[in-house]
């Protein structure tokens, strides 16, 4: 099974990710994970997007494409996988369709968290992030069992950033310009698919089961 998630910054992804990477035990890949384990590991293609991050330019659609590519290709992808946070502009999602089809392959379900920016920025404003695993929880809607410390590894989770609410306005804007178009790449194919993520967690997760089983 060949997930791609799509939606706004706080729509919901990752949580929702990690749910059906559990549940189908196929992996939940971000393209953040993809460049720390390239840049940790020393691989050819992590050094060549180092020289960008080190020069402080954005690594350029067609090397984040390869090294997306080179993940896909590892054994625990054989079964499918969860994509969040790529593609995010029509060159990589037009790049994955044409290397999925060389090998004969599609993207089974775009599935597209559907929610209003006035709900994202609540709901940003109240995520808190592990920095050490990566877990996200939400002090409204999914708090940590014990106030501010992270259910799987004990470490302190923190509010990033990028989730502060006038940082939020500004990503929500270069959502619009440069990723919202590619629902509409894959609704033109036929693979969209909407979930509405202002529901709650659990009602989200019964609505992706339904998606999901059929």
Do not use: W
């Not at 939940?28 to 691989?43: C, M, Q, V, Y």
């Amino acid at each position: 099974m060949k997930i791609v998630l799509l939606g706004a910054p706080g729509a919901g992804k990752g949580t929702h990710a990690q749910y059906l990477s559990d549940k189908y035990e196929i992996p939940h890949i971000s393209t953040g994970d993809i460049f720390r384990a390239n840049l940790k590991n020393g691989t050819p293609l992590g050094l060549k997007a180092k020289a960008y991050m080190d020069r402080g330019e954005l690594v350029p659609d067609e090397l984040t494409v390869d090294l997306v590519l080179d993940r896909l290709n590892q054994e625990d992808c054989e079964n499918g996988y969860i994509l969040d946070g790529f593609p995010r502009n029509l060159f990589q999602a037009d790049a994955l369709t044409k290397a999925l089809a060389e090998k004969g392959e599609d993207i089974d379900h775009a599935i597209h968290f559907v929610i209003s920016e006035e709900a994202i920025i609540r709901r940003m404003s109240g995520r808190r992030v592990c920095p050490v695993c990566g877990a996200t929880y939400n002090v409204v809607g999914m708090p940590t069992k014990v106030e501010g410390i992270c259910d799987r590894c004990g470490s302190e989770v923190i509010q990033r950033e990028d989730d502060k609410p006038a940082t939020v306005l500004k990503r929500l804007e270069v959502y619009r310009e440069q990723t919202e178009p590619i629902v509409g790449y894959y609704r033109e194919r036929g693979k969209e698919e909407r979930i509405d993520s202002s529901q709650p967690l659990e009602e989200v997760r019964k609505a992706l089961d339904e998606l999901l089983k059929g």
